[in-house]
């Protein structure tokens, strides 16, 4: 019997060794932001809504991600609106089928019926925003409907002037769609490394153009600049210079992913066409992309030497010191990284 207790023991252990045991701080989900529909923020973090998901910057640890984790359960991930409720730590998402919220923690999404609050389409709602007291829906024509902030409940006899005093002090997400906490005019600001701001709410480099959607003056904090390519910019505080945020993978769809003995990472990429291009012909592709987890930082590398292997013909890759070995379709490439050649 001895023996066979130890037999048990013996086979559990080497099967739990197997088959590991993964919780979601395990994996690490790596994917691009398309168009950023809305911003909102808490203590400690920043939400970034796109029509591909929720986006996350961590302000302590300067870690972005994908928030996969928080959108379990939701099929349809392109979020119109993204809103932190700071007085209940609630956060609230409105995508085309339906308005729901939840505590952060949580992994319960409790749905609010369009028709159960007077809305005929998510197209009517353009902003989100949270008072003491209730969670309050901003619709086209700036018209206001109020709800109650634990059960989403229509509230429909407020007095007019109670309605007055409530709207000055919510909070509101910044969201394409309005201009309430979105009005930063980016002309008054400048920048560097080849962009160029030619209007209130465009920038430009190496003639690629992007549109400004949504801005979000965080307070005591970034000032934070949301694009229709899901690239994002930002100032700080005091200053007036903007400046592109490079935590952002430049990455859709891995080809081949690579971790080196340096512990940073090498990717391929499948596509040859990027969310921030215009489609543009003079625009450089990306060849590689090149991951310093550790600081966060992601940088593009191009090749032209040899323009017709793409990234998506890349099938291999081996780092020797300062060597990359990149095995492509085509043949074998060598990259001296400290000499960038």
Avoid at 80 to 95: M, S
Wanted: charged share 20%; aromatic share 18%.
């Amino acid at each position: 019997m001895k023996n066979c207790i130890i037999y048990f023991i013996i086979i559990f252990s080497f099967l739990y060794g197997r088959n590991f045991i993964y919780d979601e701080d395990s994996w690490h989900s790596i994917l691009a932001p398309e168009e950023i529909t809305s911003i909102t923020y808490n203590r400690d973090k920043v939400f970034f809504s796109s029509t591909n998901g929720l986006f996350i910057y961590n302000k302590w640890y300067n870690d972005f991600f994908y928030a996969d984790y928080i959108l379990n359960g939701i099929d349809n991930k392109n979020i119109l609106i993204a809103h932190y409720d700071k007085y209940r730590d609630k956060i609230w998402i409105l995508n085309h089928e339906n308005l729901l919220y939840k505590t952060e923690g949580s992994n319960v999404w409790i749905t609010v019926n369009f028709s159960s609050i007077e809305i005929a389409n998510s197209r009517r709602i353009i902003n989100i925003g949270s008072s003491p007291d209730y969670i309050i829906l901003q619709t086209r024509y700036d018209h206001y409907i109020f709800l109650d902030p634990f059960t989403g409940n229509l509230i429909d006899n407020i007095e007019y002037k109670k309605t007055r005093n409530e709207l000055l002090n919510v909070k509101w997400s910044s969201t394409s769609k309005s201009l309430l906490n979105n009005n930063i005019d980016i002309s008054k600001y400048y920048i560097f490394d080849g962009w160029y701001i030619e209007s209130p709410n465009m920038l430009t480099k190496d003639s690629k153009r992007l549109y400004v959607t949504c801005t979000l003056h965080h307070s005591n904090e970034k000032k934070w600049i949301g694009t229709h390519t899901g690239e994002l910019f930002f100032a700080d505080e005091y200053s007036y210079e903007l400046e592109k945020f490079e935590a952002i993978p430049p990455i859709t769809n891995i080809n081949v992913a690579y971790l080196d003995n340096k512990n940073e990472w090498w990717i391929a990429d499948n596509n040859w066409l990027y969310s921030s291009l215009d489609v543009l012909y003079n625009q450089e592709v990306i060849f590689l992309s090149h991951w310093n987890e550790e600081n966060n930082i992601w940088t593009k590398l191009f090749q032209k030497r040899y323009p017709q292997i793409l990234s998506k013909d890349i099938n291999t890759l081996f780092r020797v010191d300062d060597i990359l070995y990149v095995g492509t379709s085509m043949g074998l490439l060598i990259y001296f990284i400290n000499l960038d050649k």
